[in-house]
């Protein structure tokens, strides 16, 4: 069945990082098979889910909204089959569950999401 699991979220200080990662089963994320555009959302209370980073699994282009430009880094790790959110340099204001979504097709896929709470 295909699945995502997201992992590596947690309270962090202001001006820490955390490593997000969003584990792919049944769905490959290599540059070998069809081409999956996978991203990063948020949610925070009482707002709409936004999204944050993309990456498309075919030749790598990336998109960032513009509040987490040059802090966050998406990326694919091939060998682990995962999509990573590298978060430096967090603010308060970036406290959300984060999801992974992936759309291929005709098909998507969301995981059940990981709390990132930044705070001192």
């Known amino acids: 069945q295909d699945k995502l699991v997201e992992s590596g979220g947690g309270l962090v200080q202001p001006g820490g990082s955390l490593r997000l990662s969003c584990a792919a089963s049944?769905?490959?994320?290599?540059?070998?098979?069809?081409?999956?555009?996978v991203a990063w959302y948020r949610q925070a209370p009482g707002f709409s889910r936004e999204l944050v980073a993309r990456?498309?699994?075919?030749?790598?282009?990336?998109f960032y909204a513009d509040f987490v430009k040059g802090r966050f880094t998406i990326s694919v790790d091939n060998a682990k089959n995962t999509v990573d959110l590298q978060m430096n340099s967090l603010k308060p204001e970036d406290t959300a569950v984060y999801y992974c979504?992936?759309?291929?097709?005709?098909?998507?896929?969301w995981g059940q999401g990981t709390q990132v709470t930044v705070s001192s």
């Open positions: 979504n992936a759309l291929w097709g005709m098909n998507e896929r």
């Open positions: 990456i498309n699994t075919i030749g790598g282009s990336t």
């Open positions: 049944g769905i490959a994320f290599n540059g070998y098979s069809t081409n999956k555009r």
